[in-house]
């Protein structure tokens, strides 16, 4: 693990604590929001350890908070983590190595992990990047619903105080210095406005991965014919 962190520079280790503080605080969101909700404080603590996956566990929590089945609040998460199977493509040379270590590496593949080893080009960054904010998330994470379980009977609503905002603004914050090539705008602007559109219309999680769509417009190219110099349009 140290050669790993020797590995990156300061900078985006700098980036990968900052990203892991920010989820330890949506965790304790979700921590508090369990408690208060009525479910007994190992749910939430045995979800985080086992699903970690905000998003899918929010959903999850809020189907069985809502009077949901066990059935619908899984079937829910699974789709919500759909699009993992496509960061996971993304991301597979950095777990070339023996069964366990990639059985391992793929639970700490959540959004964050996979957006910071995506964004090296050389493969030993790309594999420090992940493994360390993979890990790093993990352990913040489950620190941070430990912490929300524990206090959750304390803050009252915990809604009320914006935590679980926090990982959405971290992600934004990963995206927007990608948005400056043309390309990466369209894609997202397309698959924004995709799902943005579903909502009224499909389930929570759906219009996300729908939004998925948007990387189609990568091979949007916008191209004239080339006209030699000298010569007009005879038309």
Same mark, same amino acid.
């Given at each position: 693990?140290r050669?790993l962190?020797?590995?990156?520079d300061?900078q985006?280790?700098r980036d990968?604590?900052a990203?892991? @503080?920010a989820?330890?605080?949506?965790?304790? /969101?979700?921590?508090a929001?369990a408690?208060?909700s009525?479910?007994?404080?190992?749910?939430?603590?045995?979800?985080?350890?086992?699903?970690?996956?905000?998003g899918a566990?929010?959903?999850?929590?809020?189907?069985a908070?809502?009077?949901?089945?066990?059935a619908?609040?899984?079937?829910?998460?699974?789709?919500?983590n759909?699009r993992?199977?496509?960061?996971?493509?993304?991301?597979?040379?950095v777990?070339?190595?023996s069964?366990?270590?990639?059985?391992?590496?793929s639970?700490l593949l959540?959004d964050?992990?996979?957006?910071?080893?995506q964004?090296?080009?050389?493969?030993?960054r790309?594999?420090?990047a992940?493994?360390l904010?993979?890990?790093l998330l993990?352990?913040t994470?489950?620190l941070?619903? @430990? +912490?929300?379980?524990l206090?959750g009977r304390?803050?009252?609503?915990?809604r009320?105080l914006? @935590?679980?905002?926090a990982?959405?603004m971290?992600?934004?914050?990963l995206?927007?210095?990608?948005?400056?090539?043309?390309?990466?705008?369209?894609?997202a602007?397309?698959?924004a406005?995709?799902?943005l559109?579903a909502?009224?219309?499909?389930?929570?999680? @759906?219009?996300?991965?729908?939004?998925?769509?948007?990387?189609?417009?990568?091979g +949007?190219t916008?191209?004239?014919?080339?006209?030699?110099?000298?010569?007009?349009?005879r /038309?």
């Amino acid at each position: 693990m140290r050669s790993l962190w020797n590995t990156l520079d300061r900078q985006l280790r700098r980036d990968i604590g900052a990203v892991g @503080l920010a989820i330890g605080v949506v965790g304790a /969101s979700f921590g508090a929001i369990a408690v208060t909700s009525g479910q007994s404080p190992w749910v939430p603590l045995t979800m985080s350890a086992t699903v970690f996956a905000g998003g899918a566990q929010f959903t999850m929590l809020g189907i069985a908070a809502g009077g949901g089945t066990t059935a619908a609040a899984v079937l829910a998460g699974l789709i919500l983590n759909a699009r993992l199977l496509v960061f996971g493509l993304s991301v597979a040379d950095v777990l070339q190595t023996s069964w366990r270590a990639r059985l391992l590496g793929s639970h700490l593949l959540v959004d964050q992990a996979a957006a910071f080893a995506q964004a090296q080009r050389d493969p030993h960054r790309r594999r420090a990047a992940y493994l360390l904010c993979g890990a790093l998330l993990y352990l913040t994470w489950n620190l941070g619903t @430990l +912490v929300g379980v524990l206090a959750g009977r304390v803050v009252g609503d915990p809604r009320a105080l914006g @935590l679980d905002a926090a990982e959405p603004m971290v992600f934004l914050a990963l995206v927007l210095p990608a948005l400056r090539e043309a390309t990466a705008r369209r894609c997202a602007l397309t698959g924004a406005a995709l799902a943005l559109a579903a909502v009224p219309f499909l389930p929570a999680g @759906l219009p996300v991965l729908l939004g998925l769509l948007g990387l189609a417009a990568a091979g +949007v190219t916008r191209t004239r014919p080339a006209t030699a110099p000298g010569t007009a349009d005879r /038309s």
